[in-house]
């Protein structure tokens, strides 16, 4: 479903991610790990086409993502960082304008539309302008306008930074509901959230692939924040970096064990 | 070209529910209402001096309404436009950067080049609206008063022209940043430098002082307000909106390359 191969992206003479590869089939949520800074977000838009490889390949439900840009784009439903939000619609007037934008037919964007809301449980505020929603629905909004077209690909980009608890749990069981035979790129850095949510793992840092592995393989042996730190001191030792430990991966996120 | 109509109709609707547009519209109104009501005090006065003296009768003959009314108010708005489209167009591509929301259109399947349309035709119906509004003082003038409706006529379709023009390089000015102010500012700068660029016409020679003529909208839009609808002119106009659009695809499009 999603095949990336030696993906690279350049600024100036700064590589910030360098030849990545790594695949995910389809019903499988992938969980895109990594410390902040290594290079998830800007993995994510490359996939999405938001931005340009500076080499290397990659295949979104078998369309290349540079010579078929259109097609990919037709089949991702993408949630960025920020929610992409108009803070001047309401939730009903912007998901229509999403769906248009996303190519559903004219006959079918009502529906869609009404799908969504009732999917992603915003029917109580869809006639509120989106700039007087709390975060956890204004995330919400941001997964009802990814899902609207019925993509086969979702890319969510840290979809639960910043909301509470309660909120966390909703929109992690919303995106497992979701997830279908959808195939999902999750990217975070809450270790609890990918022991929960994924099936597969790909820990990133410094810009390439430090582990790609079935999570339930990877903990085996040991727990999963042992493990990502492994590989993260393994990676970084293997490219002759100063071994840098991210303790705000350990303590993040509800959950997090000590 | 549907994906440009619905970008279109959000871009509209969006200028319509922000107090810029508003202010910029009451704005503009106003400073037409004052130059209307002193151009016509003027004249009114200039007619009641002329008929109270004798051989005023032949100096009579000479005042009309479309030389000292119309001509000067037209002049007179071009000069507000100067200042206000910039405000209008300023948030269209830097406010989608600043919110994030650039990504959603970005990973849409839209081409770039109908995003720039939507923007443009967005912005181009407000203004349309906002300088028809002024097309009210005409209708006075013709109720109390015999203006050529020719001349008028050609006046206001190069207030239109010269209002599509501005439009076109506001938008410009916004695809290079996320600056609201910057963009602005931006768009400022670049229509007073193309109101005045034939300022030195008259001393720099022949060829240059042409060129700049050519160059300079006021020589063009003076040339309608006195009736002369050219096919240069047109040419001119046609040139520079199809060139700034062009321009703004390619300052769009080029986060693509970079």
Request: glycine share 10%.
């Amino acid at each position: 479903m999603i095949e990336v191969q030696q993906l690279t992206k350049r600024y100036g003479d700064r590589e910030v991610v360098r030849g990545i590869t790594f695949s995910a089939q389809r019903g499988q949520i992938l969980g895109f790990l990594g410390p902040n800074g290594a290079g998830k977000t800007t993995t994510m838009r490359m996939l999405t086409g938001y931005l340009p490889a500076s080499s290397g390949t990659a295949k979104v439900a078998g369309y290349d993502i540079f010579t078929e840009s259109a097609e990919v784009r037709r089949r991702i439903g993408y949630l960025p960082e920020n929610p992409p939000l108009y803070p001047d619609m309401t939730v009903r007037s912007y998901l229509t304008f999403v769906a248009k934008l996303k190519g559903v037919a004219r006959g079918e964007v009502a529906e869609a539309r009404d799908k969504v809301i009732e999917r992603t449980g915003l029917g109580e505020v869809s006639h509120r302008l989106l700039s007087h929603l709390s975060k956890g629905f204004r995330q919400r909004v941001g997964l009802a306008q990814a899902l609207i077209h019925n993509p086969e690909v979702l890319v969510l980009d840290e979809p639960t930074i910043g909301l509470d608890p309660r909120q966390i749990i909703e929109i992690r069981s919303l995106i497992k509901e979701l997830s279908g035979n959808r195939t999902v790129i999750l990217s975070t850095h809450i270790l609890p959230e990918v022991s929960q949510v994924c099936d597969k793992v790909v820990i990133i840092n410094e810009g390439h692939v430090a582990c790609e592995e079935l999570l339930s393989n990877l903990t085996k042996d040991g727990t999963l924040e042992e493990v990502f730190l492994r590989y993260i001191a393994q990676d970084a030792a293997a490219h002759g970096e100063a071994v840098e430990l991210e303790s705000e991966v350990l303590t993040t996120g509800p959950g997090a064990e000590e | 070209m549907r994906n440009t109509l619905t970008i279109a109709g959000r871009e509209l609707r969006s200028y319509f529910v922000s107090p810029i547009a508003y202010v910029v519209m009451t704005g503009f109104l106003l400073l037409g209402g004052w130059f209307f009501f002193n151009l016509l005090a003027r004249f009114n006065y200039l007619v009641s001096m002329y008929s109270s003296f004798q051989g005023g009768r032949e100096a009579m003959q000479r005042l009309n309404l479309n030389e000292f009314v119309i001509a000067p108010l037209l002049h007179n708005l071009s000069v507000v436009l100067v200042i206000l489209v910039p405000m209008i167009t300023m948030r269209s591509f830097a406010e989608e950067k600043r919110a994030g929301t650039y990504e959603l259109l970005l990973t849409s399947p839209v081409a770039t080049w109908e995003i720039v349309l939507g923007k443009f035709f967005g912005a181009v119906a407000f203004i349309f609206v906002m300088v028809g509004l002024t097309g009210v003082y005409g209708l006075i003038l013709s109720a109390y008063g015999n203006p050529e409706f020719g001349i008028m006529a050609a006046g206001y379709l190069g207030l239109f022209l010269l209002s599509v023009t501005f439009v076109t390089i506001g938008l410009f000015a916004s695809s290079l940043t996320e600056n609201q102010i910057i963009a602005a500012v931006a768009g400022l700068v670049m229509l007073l430098l193309l109101y005045v660029i034939a300022w030195p016409a008259d001393t720099a020679g022949e060829t240059m002082g042409g060129i700049l003529r050519y160059v300079s909208v006021t020589e063009h839009f003076g040339d309608m307000v006195k009736g002369v609808v050219d096919t240069k002119s047109l040419v001119y106009f046609a040139s520079m909106i199809i060139g700034w659009i062009f321009l703004t695809e390619r300052s769009v499009e080029s986060i693509r390359w970079r």
